[in-house]
Structure formats: C-alpha cells, structure tokens
C-alpha cells in the first residue's frame, strides 16, 4: 500500500499570514495516463470532508484562490496565502493513483494562533 | 444539484450488526462508483471499500472482509454498508463518498458501538 505523510500534524498560524503543509508518499503518484491524482481535502469541525484540491493542483469550484496546490511524483504541498477564520479544520491529502486501496495522509489540524 | 444523503445515527450492542443506507439524487447513479470511508473519534480518515452501481461489485480492505457488505439498490440510487459482529473499535462516522477522486460526500453517519 502507498503511505502518504503529512507534516505538521498541527499548524498554528496567525490571522492574514500563510501557511504550508506538506504531504509526501513512499512513491511516484504518476499514474500511467500521465496524469498526478493527489488530492486535498478541507474538514472544519464538525463537518464532512470537502475536496479543495484534484490532481495536484486544481481548486475545485467556490474553493478561494488563496488555496493552492502544488508539487510532482512524490512531494507535493497546500498553501493559503493568507490563513482565514473560516480556514481552521484538519486538512488531509489523499493518493488515487495506486489503489486499492485509497489511502490519507494522517491530518494537519489548522489553527488560529 | 448532485448529493448523496445518509441515513441517521446508530447505536448498537458489541456482536450486533449495522446497516447504513447513502442516497445518490442529482446524477446519473450508475455513472460512479460508491466508496466507503470511516473516520473513528478525533482520528483520520480510513478507506473501506467501494461498490459498483451498474453491476453491484465491491473491492474491500482486507481487515474488513468477511465482517462487511456494500451493496446497492438501483431502483432507488441507494448504496448500503452493512457491518457484522460489531466491536467497539467499530465506533465510527461512516461517510459515503463519490469516485470521481472523492468530489462528494455523503454528511457522514455517527455509529456507536457500546455495551
């Protein structure tokens, strides 16, 4: 099975200034389409998971451009330009390229110093 | 527009089964595949399986055979979870999620398995 590791697992940031999270696996992502199917997931408490990122790199619909995503084969990273109230969850990456099964990173929990 | 919505709480008896229904409304069901993903209190999220709406196959976790069904009704764009002989560790949300690289997700249902 793929892991896939996240870092950190707790991200204080302040109000308005950007944050980073890691997310590497113990392989290439590259499916054999061409194509990196690494995604992001947005889960503010007490809510389901939502996908903010697909394919490394692209937001899905009424995601803020503040998010991005970015990285190749086995490095890839979610920013905020500029950490909102609203932001604070747990933000997981996920690989949908060698399955089953699908696998999660452990989860970044968001917070508002 | 397209959602999928599950059916309410549960709580059960160690050694009792489960069944947790996922309504698919707003697309053509049997265009994607059905996953399941559990996520136990304060802790990550688990993939456990997917079913097939056209033909009704499944993929399970391995730690999850034998004791798990995902099944489906295409005459009401309906997926089941069905888990056996229940354990305490089995307290989870259970959400169903539509492939497609995950685009939606079901509101999650709370089981709870307690003596």
């Known amino acids: 099975d793929v892991v896939v590791t996240q870092s950190p697992l707790s991200l204080p940031v302040t109000l308005g200034q950007p944050a980073s999270i890691s997310c590497r696996s113990n392989?290439?992502?590259?499916?054999?389409?061409?194509?990196?199917?690494l995604n992001w997931f947005q889960q503010r408490p007490g809510q389901s998971p939502r996908r903010l990122i697909y394919?490394?790199?692209n937001r899905d619909s009424g995601v803020p451009d503040r998010f991005s995503g970015s990285g190749s084969a086995t490095d890839f990273t979610l920013k905020i330009s500029r950490v909102e109230a609203e932001d604070v969850g747990i933000y997981y990456c996920?690989?949908?390229?060698?399955?089953?099964?699908?696998?999660f990173g452990q989860g970044t929990k968001v917070e508002i110093k | 527009q397209a959602q999928l919505v599950q059916s309410g709480a549960e709580v059960k008896r160690p050694g009792a089964s489960v069944k947790v229904s996922c309504k698919a409304s707003g697309y053509i069901f049997i265009d994607f595949y059905l996953h399941w993903v559990r996520q136990a209190p304060g802790q990550g999220l688990e993939w456990m399986g997917w079913?097939?709406?056209?033909?009704?196959?499944?993929n399970y976790v391995q730690k999850f055979q034998g004791r798990v069904a995902m099944t489906r009704d295409t005459s009401i764009n309906t997926v089941y979870l069905e888990i056996q002989r229940l354990r305490s560790d089995d307290t989870a949300v259970y959400y169903c999620?539509?492939?497609?690289?995950?685009?939606?997700w079901g509101q999650g249902t709370m089981v709870t398995v307690s003596s």
């Open positions: 079913v097939g709406p056209k033909s009704g196959d499944t």
């Open positions: 394919k490394v790199s």
């Open positions: 996920m690989q949908s390229t060698h399955w089953p099964p699908w696998t």
């Open positions: 999620v539509r492939d497609g690289n995950f685009d939606m």
């Open positions: 392989q290439s992502l590259v499916y054999s389409d061409g194509n990196t199917y």
